[in-house]
C-alpha cells in the first residue's frame, strides 16, 4: 500500500517536472534595439554597507541605449553607513539619483515602501527591480528591455547565487530550482511564484493595477503585484531563460538568516492560487516518501527515491546549462537533503509561528 502512495506521488512529481521544463524552454520574440525602451533600475537598500557597492559598479557597467537608463538607489532610512556609501560612488554618475524613504505612501510598510516611493519617481517606461546584494550582467536591462513586445507587461529573470561551499551551492540551486517552477508555470500563462530580485514590467501597468498603495499588504511584494498585472488580463507575463539576463546574488550567510528567508517566502506563499498548493502538495508528498525509504528499505524503494533524485537533476541540468552554471551541479546532493528538509519542515513552522523577521522588522 505504502508503494502504492509512494508511486502515485512520483508520477504526480514527475508529471509536474515535465510540465516545468516544457514551460521554461519556451521562446519569446524580441524587439529591435532600436526599439528598446526607456528603462528605470530601481534598488531599495537597508542597512546593506557590506553589498551596495558591489551592486552599484554592477549596475555602473549596464549597456544600454545613451539618456534611456536611469538607475535609483533608496536608501531605505538605513542605519549603518549604505547612504554614505551610496553618495560617494554616485557623486559624478548623473545616470544614477539616490533617494531616502521618508513619506509613508499609505498603509504601505518596510520594502513595499520605499519601491513605491522611487516608482512615483521613475520616468522609464520599464521598471527593472533587483536587490542590494546582487550583482547584475551588463546585459541585463537591455536583454530584459528587449522582450517588451506590445502585448507583454512583465518580463522576470533568473537569479543565481554565489556557490564557493556546500552551504551557498545549496542555496544557489535552489533558486535556480524554484524560478524553474517559476518559469515553468508563468510561461504557460498559470503563475504561482517569481522572486523581486530579477523583475521587470511596464510602469503603465503598474499604474493601472493602482500602484502599491492599492494592493493588500504582502512580505513578497513581488508576486503580489506580479500577479496584479496578470488578473488585469490584457499583458503577457513571461519569464525567459536567457543568460544574458542573469543576476547573482549573495547567500544567506548562516542558517538563521536562511530560516528567516525561507519563512517570509513560506508565509508569502500562502496567498498563491490554488494550483500553486497542488505543486507544494506532489512536492511534499514525494519528499515525505523519500525521507521514508530507509524504514521501508526494499528494492521497490530504493529505486523509487533514486529515480526523484534522477528527476531533479535534470530539471537542474538542463536549466544550468542554458545559464552556463554547469560546475554549481557538484552541490546536487547538498541541494537534494536542504530541499528535502525544509519542504517537509516549512508546513509545520506555519502551522506553529507566521511573524516574519526582515531587515530589523517584523511583519
Avoid at 506580479?226 to 519569464?239: E, M, Q
Wanted: glycine share 6%; hydrophobic share 45%.
Amino acid at each position: 500500500m505504502l508503494e502504492i502512495i509512494f508511486l502515485i506521488a512520483l508520477s504526480g512529481y514527475f508529471i509536474q517536472s515535465v510540465i516545468f521544463v516544457i514551460g521554461t524552454s519556451k521562446k519569446f520574440p524580441k524587439i529591435k534595439e532600436t526599439q528598446l525602451p526607456s528603462a528605470t533600475v530601481i534598488v531599495a537598500a537597508r542597512n546593506e554597507e557590506k553589498n551596495i557597492l558591489r551592486c552599484m559598479k554592477s549596475l555602473d557597467n549596464l549597456i544600454y541605449a545613451e539618456g534611456k537608463l536611469e538607475i535609483i538607489l533608496v536608501d531605505d532610512r538605513s542605519t549603518d553607513a549604505t547612504g554614505k556609501i551610496i553618495d560617494e560612488f554616485i557623486c559624478d554618475k548623473p545616470k544614477f539619483k539616490k533617494i531616502v524613504t521618508k513619506k509613508e505612501i499609505g498603509m504601505l510598510k518596510g520594502k513595499t515602501n520605499a519601491l513605491a516611493n522611487a516608482l512615483d519617481l521613475a520616468s522609464g517606461e520599464i521598471i527593472l527591480t533587483t536587490d542590494a546584494d546582487c550583482e547584475v550582467n551588463p546585459l541585463w536591462v537591455k536583454t530584459t528591455a528587449s522582450y517588451y513586445k506590445e502585448d507583454v507587461g512583465a518580463v522576470n529573470g533568473f537569479t543565481t547565487q554565489d556557490a564557493k561551499n556546500g552551504f551557498g551551492g545549496m542555496q544557489a540551486l535552489d533558486f535556480i530550482y524554484l524560478l524553474t517552477v517559476a518559469a515553468g508555470t508563468i510561461n504557460l500563462n498559470k503563475p504561482i511564484s517569481c522572486i523581486g530580485n530579477n523583475m521587470s514590467y511596464r510602469k503603465k501597468a503598474y499604474q493601472e493595477v493602482g500602484g502599491y498603495e492599492n494592493l493588500p499588504f504582502s512580505v513578497t511584494e513581488d508576486f503580489n503585484l506580479l500577479w496584479s498585472i496578470y488578473c488585469l488580463g490584457k499583458y503577457k507575463i513571461i519569464l525567459p531563460l536567457d543568460k544574458d539576463a542573469l543576476i547573482t546574488s549573495i547567500p544567506c550567510s548562516d542558517y538563521k538568516s536562511l530560516y528567516r528567508q525561507k519563512k517570509r517566502w513560506a508565509v508569502g506563499g500562502i496567498e498563491v492560487p490554488f494550483r500553486g498548493y497542488l505543486v507544494m502538495a506532489w512536492g511534499f508528498l514525494t519528499n515525505i516518501c523519500v525521507l521514508l525509504t530507509p524504514l521501508f528499505f526494499s528494492p521497490v524503494w530504493l529505486y523509487l527515491a533514486v529515480f526523484k533524485l534522477a528527476i531533479d537533476f535534470f530539471v537542474l541540468y538542463f536549466v544550468h546549462k542554458q545559464l552556463g552554471l554547469t560546475k554549481n551541479l557538484k552541490y546536487f546532493l547538498h541541494f537534494q537533503i536542504y530541499y528535502l528538509l525544509y519542504v517537509i519542515a516549512l508546513p509545520f513552522i506555519l502551522g506553529i509561528d507566521r511573524k516574519v523577521v526582515w531587515k530589523g522588522r517584523e511583519y
